[in-house]
């Protein structure tokens, strides 16, 4: 079966990056592109960026260019996303999502909070 | 970008009532429009896909209808179970745009 697997939850002061990891199995890693999506407290979902594990291919939401970074690991299965220069408002729950078109298997979420 | 409006933001119905949410995208996107459901304190769930395909597992009372600008998800008998909050989300290109939400409620 599908599975996305998230890293633990983080805790960062502002400023910090952080590196959250979603490890693939139950499918061919390479056949679907890979979304992450966030959602802070309260609010609704925001899409941020994806990667095409085939070839590394990555686009990001205008708001998170220059912080936003996608990569994969082909032989783990693996596609990490580390936003930089953290600040206050990027406190969410980071989830990864499969698609190749529309999100069909998310990961389990990663909550990630950015405090002094 | 394409924007896409959902409403209302939230609403309250019985059980047993039909509910429909609308969203509309501010340019046309074709039929490339998904509905995902997400439960309190839970991940989000596809519900239907190509604006009117169920995904496997969900059940028969949820619906999609619409293309272009305009489309609604359709609950045809509400549920306890239903209690949500229900995205629309275009896939046609980037940025893969959701809508604000809508927040479903039991009267």
């Known amino acids: 079966q599908v599975q996305l697997v998230q890293s633990g939850a983080e805790v960062k002061k502002p400023g910090a990056s952080v590196k959250v990891s979603c490890k693939a199995s139950?499918?061919?890693?390479?056949?679907?592109?890979m979304h992450w999506v966030r959602q802070a407290p309260g609010q609704g979902l925001e899409w941020m960026g994806i990667i095409n594990p085939s070839g590394g291919y990555t686009s990001y939401a205008q708001k998170l260019q220059g912080r936003l970074t996608m990569t994969r690991d082909t032989s783990t299965s693996t596609v990490y996303m580390e936003l930089s220069s953290l600040r206050s408002e990027d406190t969410a729950v980071y989830y990864c999502?499969?698609?190749?078109?529309?999100?069909?298997?998310w990961g389990q979420g990663t909550l990630v909070t950015v405090s002094s | 970008d394409i924007q896409m409006t959902q409403s209302p933001s939230s609403l309250s119905a019985s059980v047993g009532d039909r509910v429909t949410i609308t969203c509309r995208a501010s340019?046309?996107?074709?039929?490339?429009l998904a509905w995902y459901q997400q439960k309190p304190g839970k991940v989000p769930k596809l519900l239907i896909y190509?604006?009117?395909t169920l995904q496997s597992g969900v059940p028969s009372r949820f619906s999609g209808s619409g293309s272009g600008t305009d489309f609604t998800l359709t609950i045809s008998s509400l549920q306890s179970e239903d209690v949500a909050t229900y995205y629309c989300?275009?896939?046609?290109?980037?940025?893969?745009?959701f809508g604000q939400g809508t927040k479903v409620e039991i009267k």
């Open positions: 989300q275009k896939y046609n290109s980037a940025p893969w745009t």
């Open positions: 340019h046309g996107i074709t039929n490339y």
């Open positions: 190509a604006a009117s």
């Open positions: 999502a499969r698609a190749r078109n529309y999100f069909d298997y």
């Open positions: 139950g499918y061919t890693f390479t056949n679907y592109y």
